[in-house]
């Protein structure tokens, strides 16, 4: 049988090693001209061209399936994406051109970046348009399709998260700020 020459891989958060995160200068691609700088991962033996990884075992902290955000602590405190974290604030700071401005201190990048974790907790948002194409996986099923009911808080389960890239927003004011965007693609109860 013929391969169709694509696999999806997903790097396990606790081997994920910053020095081989690759941040490329922001594209606006889309038609309002959101610029955004891919996130990939380039080992000598492999590359991955959109940074993918797998969590440990999470802690459900609260789930609000309005605005579809899911919270998660984890023992480890999640010291590998804040390490990802400070890669990408450096990376913005030593490349202002990509901001469209003069020099700018890491704690100027800092303060208008919107943290992937916050006091040892990871938020996550899952796209409304999208909930019904992640996969969830427990021990004896596995169904698409994320509901109302779906996380309770205690709850333990690792995700497949995807990050789509660094957004460099502007604010009602017109000030510059940076997100980093991520698709959740898998959850595992």
Known sequence: ???PGYTEAFIPLDRLNVKYIHIDPPLSIY?????VSNISYK???FTIPKL?????IVNVVSWDPEKY????????DFSKLQDLQEVIIKNISEHPEWSSCGKLTIDEVRGRFQPI???NMLSLYINSNNSDKINIYSVNSSKKGVTDNLFYQGQQLRVA???QGIFFL???QGKLFYRVQHQIISIYE
């Not at 993918?52 to 440990?56: A, E, G, M, Q």
């Open 1 to 3: 049988m013929e391969s």
């Open 31 to 35: 038609p309002i001209r959101v610029p």
């Open 43 to 45: 080992h000598e033996l």
């Open 52 to 56: 993918s990884i797998f969590t440990k």
């Open 69 to 76: 955000r899911l919270e998660l602590s984890s023992s480890d």
């Open 117 to 119: 974790i916050f006091k």
């Open 161 to 163: 998260l995807r990050f």
């Open 170 to 172: 502007k604010n009602s």
